[in-house]
């Protein structure tokens, strides 16, 4: 079976940077979907709480010509018409900012219990767990959104519960699999599979949900259909194949891997935060085998097959008390605060205010995100080269990445306010300003690695917590601000919110934000006797340990 593995990489750790990789973009394409199949569903002609409908679109591109029941037309500046849709629900803006926003009560629920399901059991099975659940919701979206919308809010909820353990289970394997000097390269690469979900998931969404004209017999009566409820089964059918290819190629960790090259694993084992003992258990968690430590003395020369990771319970009280922790979940707050918002609305606003086309509105929306994770990899490679050539500290690059991330944010919100009804103009500034998120990967999207390699999974998972409340809130904020007029006025006060939010992020960064190795996450190795049990506990803390103790860790691990 060896040669399963070297089908796709000839390194086992990038077949399992792959998988994450692939597993995170179909995580996203089906927590994105929605964004742009409820512009199909939804009968747009519904919401009449203005009285000028013009209020739809920008006045330059738009006027204004009939109003019907079921459609609505309006006349293009060079006399084309455009018909907007009339779905088949009667959903007004705030129901549907509640079941955009849905997603995330549940989402929010499951981040901690994720990060501990996955200290204790590791994060294969529960990544795939969440991946086959959420694939069997897909293909209930359709009929729940049929029946009543009070069954397609739960189902959202579930697939918010279903999906609030993947990211601190994708942290845990990150973690296990990725040695420290490739750290940014193999955090950014897994993680901007989100980026490329949210680019897929919503291009194709686009296309398939594009209403087709069938029959007209003249231009006030035209029939359209639209084929979005294959958006669903398409994503679930690919879910559901994806999830079986996860069960045999994902292991929680090199030890329990059957093809890595013993080479390989040395390398990994040798400057990473495993145990390297062959009896490690079925999760894949590092786990001490000794009642009580060696003194430091007994540790001298110790080889990697005979060396074990000592791992405390989970220090949940320094981790709550630690300022660096508390930046991460700053920045991570403040930058998901206009990363959802852009998500969840950006189709919204392309077709409901720029007035693009429903296909259009799926690709054109995609180049921002393309733009994003071209900048995420380049960020992540010049990240790991400040750090390893000295140039600056870790420290120092993570602050930077955060500040160009959140700061350049701000900056292209408030500029794409202001230009307006310009199309080319907007869909520019969209693809700068989130291409520059992408430098939010290599900042606080690396640094739980830098301050506790061993708890990163349980960084993540208080991190993302907090992270979720802005999809909570954000849509119905945005429902609210635009519940009367999608106006340009209305949507700039939507950017400057967001944009005001980005900046105070960018600011605590630079006072709390650190990239050194807290005491509480520090690595401690332990000799293996294989003589005791694996699940006796010790009292030992890196608090009252031996500074040789502490530090048998390799010089990468500490290089700041």
Not at 73 to 100: C, H, P, V
Not at 421 to 428: F, H, K, L, P
Request: proline share 4%; with cysteine.
């Amino acid at each position: 079976m060896s040669c399963v593995t070297r089908v796709f990489c000839c390194k086992c750790r990038y077949v399992i940077a792959t998988m994450g990789f692939i597993n995170l973009i179909l995580i996203y394409m089906m927590r994105v979907d929605l964004n742009v199949t409820m512009l199909a569903m939804v009968n747009d002609t519904v919401d009449k709480t203005s009285t000028n409908h013009k209020s739809f679109f920008c006045s330059d591109f738009y006027n204004y010509t009939s109003l019907t029941n079921t459609e609505v037309y309006f006349i293009k500046s060079d006399n084309t018409s455009m018909q907007i849709n009339a779905g088949e629900f009667n959903w007004n803006r705030l129901t549907q900012g509640l079941i955009l926003g849905a997603f995330f009560w549940g989402y929010i629920l499951t981040q901690i219990p994720g990060g501990i399901l996955a200290f204790r059991f590791g994060p294969k099975w529960i990544i795939f767990s969440s991946l086959f659940g959420c694939a069997i919701t897909e293909f209930c979206i359709p009929t729940a959104a049929r029946i009543r919308v009070e069954l397609l809010i739960t189902l959202r909820v579930i697939q918010g519960l279903l999906q609030g353990v993947v990211m601190p289970n994708t942290g845990c394997l990150v973690g296990n699999w990725s040695p420290p000097s490739e750290k940014s390269r193999f955090t950014t690469f897994v993680f901007s599979g989100l980026v490329i979900g949210a680019v897929i998931g919503q291009s194709l969404a686009g296309v398939i949900s594009q209403p087709r004209l069938v029959h007209s017999t003249d231009l006030t009566t035209p029939t359209y259909i639209s084929y979005w409820p294959y958006v669903h089964y398409i994503y679930g059918i690919i879910a559901v194949v994806f999830s079986g290819i996860w069960t045999v190629l994902v292991f929680n960790s090199p030890n329990q891997h059957p093809w890595i090259s013993s080479s390989e694993k040395q390398y990994i084992l040798s400057t990473s935060v495993h145990n390297n003992s062959e009896n490690d258990n079925k999760s894949g968690r590092m786990t001490s085998d000794m009642v009580n430590p060696p003194d430091s003395r007994s540790l001298d020369n110790i080889s990697v097959e005979t060396k074990v990771l000592y791992k405390n319970p989970v220090p949940w009280g320094q981790i709550f008390k630690s300022s660096p922790v508390w930046s991460i979940l700053i920045c991570h707050v403040c930058f998901n605060w206009s990363f959802y918002s852009l998500i969840t609305s950006m189709p919204t606003y392309m077709c409901r205010v720029l007035g693009f086309s429903m296909t259009e509105n799926g690709l054109l929306s995609s180049i921002p995100y393309i733009a994003q994770s071209i900048v995420s990899l380049i960020a992540a490679y010049l990240s790991d080269f400040l750090i390893a050539k000295h140039f600056l500290s870790t420290t120092s690059v993570r602050k930077l990445n955060n500040v160009i991330a959140l700061g350049g944010l701000g900056l292209g919100l408030i500029s794409v306010s202001l230009v307006g009804c310009n199309r080319m103009a907007a869909i520019v500034l969209f693809s700068v300003t989130i291409g520059l998120m992408g430098f939010s990967l290599a900042g606080y999207g690396s640094n739980a690695l830098d301050l506790a390699p061993i708890y990163n999974g349980n960084i993540i998972s208080v991190t993302n917590t907090a992270a979720t409340l802005p999809g909570i809130f954000g849509p119905l904020v945005i429902g609210y601000v635009t519940r009367n007029s999608s106006s340009i006025h209305n949507w700039m006060i939507v950017f400057g919110i967001a944009a005001g939010i980005a900046w105070f992020g960018a600011l605590m960064n630079l006072w709390l934000t650190s990239g050194e190795i807290q005491p509480w996450g520090r690595l401690i190795y332990i000799k293996n006797t294989n003589n005791n049990p694996l699940n006796r506990q010790s009292s030992i803390t890196t608090g009252n340990t031996s500074p040789k103790f502490q530090n048998i860790v390799t010089n990468e691990t500490e290089n700041h």
